[in-house]
């Protein structure tokens, strides 16, 4: 197997290891999209996987976060990179890593836009980490949830627009990450309590929090309007289905949905 043939299929492996949400709707994707999403993905994990790290303290994520959002500015360095993260190697996962070799997969013509999204999420999240993730306001809540998720709509619709030229709205497509970040934070707020972190706004009661995440995805569906690709289409809306079934499990008390609705959903998805 070439080098090349080699690295698509680890990303693959490592695509499916990290990701419930996208993965199935990623190996959906028609080439050069698959490949495109797929490093795209890998990309913002990997800094995702140093902000949410339960071993490294909160000076050394941020120093992680903003030497990698810095790197990312410039012809990507992946010795330095590597050079970085030495000292914290053995406690990183392959994802994050391996960014060079995520850099690498993607296409010429896009893989600034994706660099460009993937920094400015590295120093969003350096900055949430400086501040405790204390979210005090629906003000900062719409903030972390920008770099988090909202830049993952932000990256797709420069995707979208590099492969066919389709046009998106990258405020709709912002409120579309947001509402899916807002289901895990729903999905996850008791374990977050138990680590000291609360991602509810003062005064927000589990209402709040659902109404939130509703209206952020009534703005996906909103969003999708404007896609006439059926294969990029497909690719959005196995997602919001996963977090609209989501919300109402959550609504009834319990944890998540089963793999089997998930099944479902995504055949359903298919078949339409």
């Known amino acids: 197997m070439n080098q090349a043939k080699q690295l698509q299929k680890d990303a693959n492996n490592i695509l499916k290891q990290t990701s419930r949400t996208f993965y199935v709707p990623i190996t959906l994707l028609k080439s050069p999209l698959k490949q495109t999403v797929g490093s795209a993905y890998l990309c913002m994990r990997a800094v995702d996987e140093i902000e949410d790290h339960v071993e490294l303290n909160v000076q050394t994520k941020q120093y992680l976060l903003r030497s990698t959002s810095a790197l990312l500015q410039h012809p990507f360095n992946d010795q330095a990179y590597r050079e970085l993260l030495r000292p914290y190697e053995s406690l990183l996962p392959e994802v994050t890593v391996r960014l060079g070799d995520w850099i690498r997969l993607c296409p010429d013509g896009i893989v600034d836009k994706v660099k ?55 405020e709709l497509a912002i409120g579309y990450g947001r509402g899916l970040q807002a289901v895990n934070i729903l999905r996850n707020q008791d374990e977050d309590s138990e680590r000291g972190v609360n991602f509810v706004p003062n005064g927000w009661n589990r209402d709040d929090m659902f109404h939130y995440t509703e209206s952020n995805l009534a703005q996906a569906d909103e969003y999708m309007k404007a896609i006439k690709t059926r294969n990029i289409l497909l690719f959005c809306r196995i997602p919001l289905a996963l977090a609209k079934r989501t919300v109402k499990a959550l609504k009834e008390g319990r944890e998540k949905i089963s793999r089997y609705e998930v099944e479902t959903i995504v055949e359903e998805m298919k078949d339409d």
């Open 116 to 170: 460009e999204s993937t920094s400015i999420m590295a120093a969003g999240m350096a900055d949430w980490a400086e501040k405790g993730w204390h979210i005090k306001t629906k003000e900062d809540l719409d903030d972390y949830t920008y770099y988090v998720a909202g830049l993952v709509g932000v990256m797709l619709s420069d995707i979208w627009k590099w492969y066919d030229g389709t046009e998106t709205d990258r």
